[in-house]
């Protein structure tokens, strides 16, 4: 597996709107999109960094896996995510690596990426999301 570049890094937050005023008005950045991923139960916030995003997570569910996340370890880092080609691939190489996958198959994630996650109890305890952008990939 060969990222070619830290996608994002996901930060789970309790008010995106509070959190999203300190990225813009403590650190000056602009806040470029926030949109819902219901089947997440999740309204993410994203921020240009470079050429790093930062995605802020806000539960919109208690029993939604950030809300989970937050009444267990507080607001927070929640993941790095990489950027991979041939997601699919890369999913069956972790597997084949002894990877304890939390997605088997990758699934719609926000700004229309693909996504799957690995677990942290094979990650060195951090929580790693692959990443596919398949509109930007050549035919």
Known sequence: MKPSHIEHIGIAVTDLNEAISF???????TCYNIEEV?????????????QTKIELLESTDPEGPIGKF???????????????????????????????????????????????FLHPKSTSGVLIELCENKIHLPS
Do not use: N, W
Not at 23 to 29: D, Q, T, W
């Open 23 to 29: 990225y813009e008005k403590v650190l000056g950045l």
């Open 70 to 116: 937050i009444a267990k370890r507080g607001e927070g880092l929640h993941h790095i995510a990489f950027s991979v080609e041939k997601i699919e691939e890369q999913l069956i190489h972790a597997a084949e690596q002894g990877i304890t996958l939390i997605d088997c198959k990758p699934r719609k994630g926000a700004e229309d990426l693909d996504i799957a």
């Open 38 to 50: 219901p089947d997440q139960k999740v309204r993410t916030a994203f921020f240009m960094v470079g």
